[in-house]
C-alpha cells in the first residue's frame, strides 16, 4: 500500500522569503499524481499544485513549485515570496491515475507566514 | 472541476444520537469518498460510495458507525451513529475527475457534547 511522510509538523517563515516543505512517499506504481493542498482556518481544501508521476518536468503555478524526484520518492513544495495569505496547513497527497481511486495524505505541515 | 455542496456545516450534538452529512456534488460521478479530520490531524478515509452497491470501508471503520447511501450518481449521506465526543472532527466528501485531483466539499465541523 502506498504511504506518504511529511516529517515537519511546523514551519515558519518571514513574509516575501522562500520556504520549502518536504514529502516522501512509497509505492511500487510508475502511474500516479503527487498532489500538495492547502487547508485555511476555513478548512476548504485548495488545490496548490499537482504533478503526474510521468513527466519530468517539475510542476509550476505562479509562487510555487515542486522538486520531483521519483527515483528518490521525493516530492517537496517550494513557496517563493511567501505572503501572509499563505498561512494555512499543508498537505502532500498521493494517488493512482483513475476517478475511482481515493488519494492518501500526509501528516500535514502548519506553515506560519510572519509579517 | 467539480462543486460539491456539503451540508451541515457544523453542528453540535448530544452523545448517544446520529447526525446526517449530505453531499451533492454538480454532475455525476462513480465514485464519492468520505474523509474524517481528527483535531489537527491529517485527513483519513472512512469509505468509497459507488452508486448502486454498498459502500467500501476502510479498516477501523464500520457500516454500523457509519452508515452511507449513495442512492444517484451526484448525491450521498454519511451519517455518524450513537455519536461520543471522540466523534468530534470535520467531515469532508470528496470527488476525483478523470483520474487527476480530488475535490472537496466544505466539510462539516461535528462537535459532540
Known amino acids: 500500500a502506498q504511504t506518504v511522510t511529511q516529517s515537519q509538523p511546523e514551519m515558519s517563515v518571514q513574509e516575501a522569503e522562500t520556504v520549502t516543505l518536504s514529502c516522501t512517499y512509497d509505492t511500487s506504481e510508475n502511474n500516479y499524481y503527487l498532489f500538495w493542498y492547502k487547508q485555511p482556518p476555513s478548512r476548504q481544501m485548495i488545490l496548490v499544485i499537482r504533478?503526474?508521476?510521468?513527466?519530468?518536468q517539475n510542476a509550476t503555478e505562479n509562487r510555487f513549485s515542486v522538486n520531483f524526484q521519483k527515483a528518490a520518492k521525493s516530492f517537496s513544495l517550494k513557496i517563493s515570496d511567501s505572503q501572509l495569505g499563505d498561512t494555512a496547513m499543508y498537505f502532500c497527497a498521493f494517488g493512482y491515475t483513475g476517478a475511482n481511486s481515493k488519494l492518501t495524505f500526509g501528516k500535514g505541515i502548519t506553515l506560519s507566514v510572519r509579517p | 472541476s467539480a462543486v460539491i455542496s456539503q451540508k451541515p456545516s457544523r453542528d453540535i450534538c448530544q452523545r448517544g444520537t446520529s447526525l446526517t452529512i449530505q453531499c451533492q456534488v454538480d454532475s455525476q460521478v462513480t465514485m464519492m469518498f468520505w474523509y474524517r479530520q481528527q483535531p489537527g490531524q491529517s485527513l483519513t478515509l472512512i469509505a468509497t460510495?459507488?452508486?448502486?452497491?454498498?459502500?467500501?470501508?476502510e479498516s477501523g471503520f464500520v457500516i454500523d458507525k457509519f452508515p452511507i447511501s449513495r442512492p444517484n450518481l451526484t448525491f450521498s449521506t454519511l451519517t455518524v451513529s450513537n455519536m461520543s465526543p471522540e466523534d468530534s472532527s470535520i467531515y469532508l466528501c470528496?470527488?476525483?475527475?478523470?483520474?487527476?485531483?480530488?475535490?472537496f466539499g466544505q466539510g462539516t465541523r461535528l462537535t459532540v457534547v
Open positions: 470528496s470527488v476525483r475527475r478523470a483520474g487527476t485531483e480530488a475535490f
Open positions: 504533478q503526474e508521476a510521468y513527466k519530468q
Open positions: 460510495a459507488n452508486q448502486g452497491s454498498e459502500a467500501t470501508y
